[in-house]
């Protein structure tokens, strides 16, 4: 009697076990994916892309997570889509150099050629609002916030936009 | 579609890539902590911090001959230590995205297996070698002894479009097609310099094209690969363009007798058998008389004009491939078949007789456009949006004419469009101006910031004419004008931080509590392609006077790219109505002969006093002149 309560112990345990790894890895088998924006010429309407996330991985703890998938995301928004697609581009050499997620905030963290603008406020405009809507798109992000090689700017030099403080999906 | 068939293209070639480059691999002196010396471009790469790892060879992304290769594909690597994703943007370009420990890497959309997971030694990450090299497009290949790292065409992509065919050439270096042979039947391009495993043909069958051979020939160190293309009868081959250095566009013109069935996939269109038209049973057919396509406050408006009664059934592929049409059954088609270009976000419009009994009309849309189906008791509409939706209904189907238009039908509605974002702040009205008759007008820049500058022609200067234009018409009209600068100099001081310069214009209308604020730009881009109008706005109530303004400048020589929401900064801070009008673009040469006419900043400078008229005659405050 004994003998039997253990093995059937045993097999709920695993039974337990196996649905909770099939549930718990389920979001992999289907494939989580990202959209990441980019601003048609026209200045205004976003166009989408779908990339595929990998999954989480064993012993990635959730903030690791985020912040793993807000890099990969803020990488994707300032490459931008397939160079025969149109699209507002960030300036040419504009690198991701570090992103961090502080409770809903993602910080980007970008290098000084992002400062190269035309002058106008139709390219700063474009490349914000598609690089905080790609960000804003994850589950646990709500606010962009822009650095220029590390420092925090009021707006890029010449420039329109504010950036001295937390971009929002809003702001568009 | 090209994002599409371009990574199907790199998956394939990936396949045969690996194997092939895996005997390479394994065949080159790679051991633990050796040197790989290859040639590239004529020059030698000596790689230092090479491993491998359980056979396969694998390389430190910190080996000093690797960074140059990346400067020299146009590539960048983002990872520092600490960090799990290792991640490369290509010249394409494309994210390729690895991780530590995971065997898993992604090529854009697609997720691939690396025979290597990345690993990390000392403070350096480890990437499989063969991957990283297929990502940057180049094929580890054997001289003699002598290993050659040699660019690759990398992918094609073809794309249909009605009768037309064209076909990106993508590749590892600098690519130019050269025509080798051409006749009637055939054409063949020759890519100098560029080797490929896309080795075949392919069966194209629509837009012109047969099929298209791929073939490789030269030496491992000057490859050349050749891309033959077979026409359909009557197809013209356009000249290849340069889409950028490393992309080539190949076109092609089919004939126009060109099968219309092909415009839907038979396994995407779950189109049946035509059905008898049930509406029109019994009756004469309903005829299709017209099929015209205006803009619409909000896109494009495509209206079907029908006499009769008739059933119809739409359906649309899905993004990217974003191809609408409806069947109307039970109808005929008046007239010849239309097949013409559209306006965004229509790129074209086909309306043929599909089969006796049944009407086609054909919409291509530049993305996954919102669009709602409506019909009449004389025809159907087609509202196409312009913004993009996300899990659009796909199709729907409904009854046209006297008959059937009592019976509602049934139309799936599209889903919000996924980019409409709510108000943050309140709405404006709380705003109480202290000086109802004074306007401030903001040149933009000025001083010690020229704005962009185009030809010589300063953005500060253009704006301060512009401003002090409107500042007289005006004044004629009995409001009190204020502009933030009314020379050419900086509003707080020189070289001051853009946060001051803008500050100070936003405090000259808050403390004089002006009715509006118009802040007059020109904009510029980094090439010449776009032109037009923008009005910025940030809070509800400047919505509302960039409307009136914009209204009156949509005829004036550029086109009207609407009212913009965004976070500019003296839109943003200032607390009355605001709008900052880019009033065209200096990189554009058509939109830069119109800034550098005076003729034509005075019309701008009408049109935003006429506008500002309407804006104060449909919101009226106490005091305000009379309009």
């Given at each position: 009697m004994q003998t039997r309560s253990i093995v059937l112990a045993v097999l709920v345990a695993v039974v337990a076990g196996a649905t909770w790894y099939y549930l718990s890895h389920r979001s992999t088998a289907t494939g989580e994916t990202l959209a990441v924006y980019y601003t048609k010429l026209d200045g205004a309407t976003l166009g989408v892309m779908r990339v595929s996330l990998r999954p989480r991985e064993p012993g990635e703890s959730s903030a690791e997570r985020l912040h793993n998938v807000a890099l990969y995301g803020a990488v994707e928004a300032l490459a931008g889509p397939p160079s025969d697609v149109q699209a507002i581009r960030f300036p040419p050499g504009t690198r991701v150099a570090s992103v961090s997620v502080d409770g809903s905030t993602a910080t980007v963290d970008l290098s000084n050629e992002v400062t190269q603008q035309a002058g106008g406020a139709f390219g700063e405009n474009g490349e914000f609002k598609a690089l905080v809507y790609t960000l804003t798109g994850i589950t646990g992000i709500d606010a962009v916030q822009i650095l220029v090689q590390g420092n925090r700017l009021e707006t890029l030099p010449g420039g329109h936009l504010e950036l001295d403080q937390p971009l929002h999906r809003a702001d568009w | 579609m090209n994002w599409i068939n371009r990574?199907?293209?790199?998956?394939?070639?990936?396949?045969?890539?690996?194997?092939?480059?895996?005997?390479?691999?394994?065949?080159?002196?790679?051991?633990?902590?050796?040197?790989?010396?290859?040639?590239?471009?004529?020059?030698?790469?000596?790689?230092?911090?090479?491993?491998?790892?359980?056979?396969?060879?694998?390389i430190g992304?910190?080996?000093?001959?690797?960074?140059?290769?990346?400067?020299?594909?146009?590539?960048?690597?983002?990872?520092?230590?600490?960090?799990?994703?290792?991640?490369?943007?290509?010249?394409?370009?494309?994210?390729?995205?690895?991780?530590?420990?995971?065997?898993?890497?992604?090529?854009?959309?697609?997720?691939?297996?690396?025979?290597?997971?990345?690993?990390?030694?000392?403070?350096?990450?480890?990437?499989?070698?063969?991957?990283?090299?297929?990502?940057?497009?180049?094929?580890?290949?054997?001289?003699?002894?002598?290993?050659?790292?040699?660019?690759?065409?990398?992918?094609?992509?073809v794309h249909q479009e009605g009768v037309r065919t064209t076909v990106l050439a993508h590749g590892g270096a600098l690519l130019h097609a050269r025509v080798v042979t051409e006749s009637g039947t055939a054409i063949t391009y020759a890519f100098d310099g560029v080797g490929t495993t896309l080795n075949g043909t392919r069966e194209i069958g629509t837009g012109g094209v047969a099929s298209i051979a791929i073939s490789e020939s030269g030496t491992v160190r000057e490859p050349i690969t050749l891309v033959s293309v077979t026409l359909q009868s009557g197809a013209i081959p356009e000249s290849p363009q340069n889409a950028d250095g490393r992309d080539v566009l190949l076109a092609f013109d089919g004939a126009q007798e060109a099968p219309y069935a092909s415009e839907a996939p038979a396994e995407a269109s779950p189109t049946p058998e035509p059905e008898p038209p049930q509406a029109a049973a019994g009756t004469a057919p309903a005829v299709v008389t017209s099929v015209s396509a205006a803009p619409s406050a909000d896109g494009m408006s495509v209206v079907i004009a029908l006499s009769g009664n008739a059933t119809y059934e739409w359906h649309r592929l899905r993004d990217p491939d974003n191809r609408f049409w409806v069947d109307i059954s039970g109808a005929q088609l008046q007239g010849p078949p239309i097949d013409q270009q559209g306006q965004e976000p229509i790129l074209s419009i086909r309306v043929r007789q599909n089969d006796p009994t049944t009407v086609r009309v054909a919409l291509s849309l530049n993305g996954p456009k919102a669009i709602v189906v409506t019909p009449s008791a004389s025809g159907l509409g087609i509202a196409v949006g312009s913004t993009d939706v996300a899990d659009a209904p796909r199709l729907g189907s409904g009854s046209i004419g006297t008959v059937a238009a009592a019976a509602a039908p049934s139309i799936p509605a599209p889903s919000a469009p996924e980019e409409e974002s709510a108000w943050k702040f309140a709405p404006h009205s709380g705003y109480v101006a202290t000086n109802p008759r004074l306007i401030v007008i903001d040149p933009g820049h000025g001083g010690s910031d020229r704005g962009t500058i185009h030809?010589?022609?300063?953005?500060?200067?253009?704006?301060?004419?512009?401003?002090?234009?409107?500042?007289?018409?005006?004044?004629?009209?009995?409001?009190?004008?204020?502009?933030?600068?009314?020379?050419?100099?900086?509003?707080?001081?020189?070289?001051?931080?853009?946060?001051?310069?803008?500050?100070?214009?936003?405090?000259?209308?808050?403390?004089?509590?002006?009715?509006?604020?118009?802040?007059?730009?020109?904009?510029?881009?980094?090439?010449?392609?776009?032109?037009?109008?923008?009005?910025?706005?940030?809070?509800?109530?400047?919505?509302?006077?960039?409307?009136?303004?914009?209204?009156?400048?949509?005829?004036?020589?550029?086109?009207?790219?609407?009212?913009?929401?965004?976070?500019?900064?003296?839109?943003?801070?200032?607390?009355?109505?605001?709008?900052?009008?880019?009033?065209?673009?200096?990189?554009?040469?058509?939109?830069?002969e119109l800034l550098t006419s005076s003729a034509w900043r005075q019309k701008v400078a009408e049109e935003m006093a006429e506008g500002i008229a309407e804006y104060a005659q449909e919101y009226p405050v106490a005091n305000q002149p009379a309009q």
């Open positions: - | 990574s199907i293209a790199r998956t394939g070639k990936l396949a045969a890539a690996i194997g092939f480059a895996g005997v390479l691999v394994a065949a080159l002196p790679v051991r633990a902590n050796t040197a790989l010396v290859a040639t590239y471009q004529g020059h030698m790469l000596r790689f230092t911090h090479v491993a491998s790892r359980s056979g396969v060879a694998a992304v910190g080996d000093p001959a690797f960074q140059t290769l990346l400067r020299e594909t146009g590539s960048f690597l983002t990872w520092k230590p600490g960090e799990r994703y290792i991640l490369i943007t290509t010249s394409a370009p494309t994210v390729v995205s690895f991780a530590l420990g995971d065997r898993r890497y992604d090529v854009g959309p697609i997720a691939l297996q690396a025979a290597l997971a990345p690993y990390v030694q000392g403070d350096e990450a480890y990437l499989p070698l063969r991957e990283l090299l297929r990502s940057l497009d180049l094929a580890l290949r054997e001289d003699g002894a002598v290993a050659v790292l040699q660019p690759q065409l990398a992918s094609l992509d030809g010589g022609v300063a953005e500060a200067a253009l704006a301060l004419d512009m401003a002090r234009r409107l500042r007289t018409i005006l004044v004629a009209r009995g409001w009190q004008v204020k502009l933030t600068h009314d020379s050419d100099v900086d509003v707080y001081q020189p070289n001051d931080s853009p946060h001051d310069e803008l500050q100070a214009r936003v405090d000259i209308a808050n403390t004089a509590g002006a009715r509006l604020f118009v802040s007059i730009h020109a904009n510029a881009y980094v090439n010449s392609g776009p032109y037009g109008t923008t009005f910025y706005v940030s809070k509800p109530g400047d919505a509302a006077l960039a409307r009136a303004i914009e209204t009156r400048m949509t005829n004036d020589g550029t086109k009207d790219d609407g009212i913009v929401k965004s976070h500019m900064y003296v839109t943003f801070h200032t607390r009355m109505p605001a709008v900052l009008i880019e009033t065209a673009f200096l990189s554009n040469p058509s939109d830069y």
